[in-house]
């Protein structure tokens, strides 16, 4: 059963920090890649940073770079995602999702599994 669980968003004030977290179903992280995406009304979703399982690599879009961190807790199949210095811009649904594989770990389409999502809201 593949399954993934986001938790942590909220509202916060523009320079605030949230952490949030994706507890995944033991198949869903035998993922090759596991990344967070976000989504506004109106827009497309667009990944935000991803992770590579087994090997740790990380790559994130330029639009968070130097601010987000995608962490990995093997102990507990959990992805964490610390974001910082917020800012109005980064508000959206915050998605995480599982690959099986992919060529572009940003790009939605590459995805095969998906959570819920979690409001992320920065004013």
């Known amino acids: 059963h593949v399954q993934l669980v986001e938790s942590g968003g909220g509202s916060v004030q523009a320079g605030g920090y949230l952490n949030l977290s994706c507890a995944a179903s033991?198949?869903?992280?035998?993922?090759?890649?596991i990344g967070w995406f976000r989504q506004t009304p109106g827009k497309e979703r667009e990944g935000v940073a991803a992770?590579?399982?087994?090997?740790?690599?990380?790559i994130y879009s330029d639009a968070v770079k130097e601010r987000f961190t995608i962490s990995q807790d093997n102990a507990k199949n959990t992805v964490h995602l610390q974001m910082n210095t917020l800012t109005p811009d980064d508000t959206g649904m915050y998605y995480c999702a599982a690959a099986i594989r992919t060529v572009f770990p940003l790009k939605p389409d590459d995805y095969n599994y998906w959570g819920q999502g979690t409001q992320v809201t920065v004013s």
């Open positions: 033991a198949e869903a992280y035998s993922s090759r890649y």
């Open positions: 992770i590579f399982i087994r090997g740790g690599r990380t």
